[in-house]
């Protein structure tokens, strides 16, 4: 069984920065893939960033692209989402999900409030 721990959440102005960390623990080894979603209220769960295991290549939804920035330690199984120039609209439940071997794992969700 893996469990997966997200902090990092928190209220910010708009243009401000978070970053959110995603720790897997458990029965481990190395995931395919680790990521986050994000969910606001009224809207269904999207997709916002990847990062692969093998080899680091990583994913962005359009929207993100050039403020967020996932990055990872190999060594922690930790995954971690840098967003700078937060705008109202990234206001969600971020959630961790994290792949090992076929099956995905999610997190608890950390809140993120953005302030404009």
């Known amino acids: 069984q893996v469990q997966l721990e997200e902090s990092g959440g928190g209220l910010v102005q708009a243009g401000g920065s978070l970053r959110l960390s995603c720790a897997a623990s458990?029965?481990?080894?190395?995931?395919?893939?680790m990521g986050w979603y994000r969910q606001a209220p009224g809207k269904e769960r999207e997709f916002v960033a990847a990062?692969?295991?093998?080899?680091?290549?990583?994913s962005y939804e359009d929207s993100v692209k050039g403020r967020f920035t996932i990055s990872r330690d190999n060594a922690n199984n930790t995954v971690y989402l840098q967003m700078n120039n937060l705008k109202p609209e990234d206001t969600a439940v971020y959630y961790c999900?994290?792949?090992?071997?076929?099956?995905?794992?999610w997190g608890q969700g950390t809140q993120v409030t953005v302030s404009s």
């Open positions: 999900k994290g792949t090992f071997g076929a099956i995905g794992y």
């Open positions: 458990g029965r481990t080894f190395s995931p395919y893939n």
């Open positions: 990062i692969w295991w093998t080899g680091g290549s990583t």
